[in-house]
């Protein structure tokens, strides 16, 4: 995949099926399968193709033609992370701001080495579940109790579930 439709998939194969009707997305590393979404279109697929700016077109068993568009106004999470970066990109100056994100999930909670996180935040402790991001993100001062990441949360579920895909992939 390539082009501006569908940011977040470049790089990833689509598949098509006669037999499912289905497409496929599929994520690969390397040489390694890493990831497999169908997505359902429900018609037989013969060929597909990508135009220039990135969208997909279909051609169907029944001699139809379908055009694959990305949703408007489905939030994404680059753009919800805005709100974040306000705080989190350190760029290449190392700010003391805030603790750097790339590879959250995962990772141990506050223990980022040179951040001085709050006593609050480090008694968590444990390690950043997706869950556990979602949680945090939607109140901090639920979560944690006392936390220094002063921010009201981001309240949408569908904003949240962005943020959390695009935390997936962050690395700044
Ligand atoms: C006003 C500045 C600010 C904003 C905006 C902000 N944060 Fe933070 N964030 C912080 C600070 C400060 C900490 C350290 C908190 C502590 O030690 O209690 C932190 C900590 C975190 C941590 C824990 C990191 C770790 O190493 O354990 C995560 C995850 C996080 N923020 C995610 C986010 C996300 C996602 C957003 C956007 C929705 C966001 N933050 C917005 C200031 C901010």
Known sequence: MTGEEFPRWRGDLLVGTLQQQNLYRVRLR??????????AVGKRIRDLHQTPTGK???WTDDAA???LTRRRGAPTGAAV???CRRCHEAGGGGSAMAPNLAGIIGRPVA???GYEYSAALKAVKGAWTEERLQAFIADPQVFAPGTTMAVAGVAGAADRAALLEYLRTYSP
């Open 30 to 39: 390397g040489k390694k399968v890493t990831y497999v979404e169908p997505i």
């Open 56 to 58: 997909i077109l279909l």
């Open 65 to 67: 033609v379908v055009v």
């Open 81 to 83: 992370f805005t709100q």
């Open 111 to 113: 223990a980022l080495p």
